[in-house]
């Protein structure tokens, strides 16, 4: 399976490109969040590649970041949600609103990207909540220049996450004040998760 391909683009559309990887031309779906990326035609570019392999053809759906591409495979996971719409979504709204949206149960966020009705947006919300707000306890956060800042965003990100895993809010911010009292060091979002979910089972 084709997972990352680098090379120069060649054509250059709203829905595909196509990239010359040492003389071969391969056409890539793209989404408009990864099109709004994209460098002038003759510059390099890499992509992060999802295969998708039929008995017709096989085709290649291609991300900027890596966090675009692991959502695109979470949605076509979903009952009812193919290639296409999963290109739709992520067209219609950043990966990290996407994020944001299945993780906080937004239906209203949800059903304003085009081409989203309620039902496909409780589908999103029930069957990938757990799993985003897995991927977003793993991922990291993004680095702040005031350091003040960058904890409170942190601290509320992370009791987000506990109160959406279903701890009372009161109860889990406890937790998180316990963890960050008892710690001498800065802790990233999953150290500070891990360390106040180990409280939390105990």
Do not use: W
């Not at 990326?37 to 991300?63: M, W």
Request: no cysteine.
């Amino acid at each position: 399976m084709i997972a990352l391909i680098s090379g120069k683009i060649v054509y250059k559309g709203i829905s595909h490109v196509i990239v010359d990887v040492q003389g071969v031309g391969y056409r890539v779906f793209i989404p408009l969040t990864t099109f709004y990326e994209l460098p002038e035609t003759g510059q390099t570019i890499t992509l992060h590649i999802h295969t998708n392999v039929k008995q017709d053809a096989i085709n290649l759906f291609g991300f900027y970041t890596v966090q675009e591409r692991d959502l695109f495979q979470l949605m076509i996971s979903v009952s009812g949600i193919g290639p296409k719409m999963s290109m739709n979504i992520l067209s219609g709204i950043s990966a990290q609103e996407l994020l944001r949206a299945i993780s906080g149960g937004n239906l209203g966020k949800l059903v304003n990207i085009p081409g989203v009705g309620k039902k496909m947006a409780e589908r999103l919300i029930l069957e990938l909540k757990e799993k985003v707000i897995k991927k977003m306890m793993l991922d990291e956060m993004p680095a702040a220049d005031d350091q003040h800042q960058a904890g409170e965003i942190i601290m509320e990100d992370a009791l987000s996450a506990l109160v959406n895993l279903g701890y009372k809010n009161n109860v889990a911010k406890d937790a998180l004040d316990k963890v960050l009292r008892s710690s001498d060091e800065e802790l990233g979002m999953d150290q500070l998760l891990k360390k106040t979910l180990k409280i939390l089972a105990g």
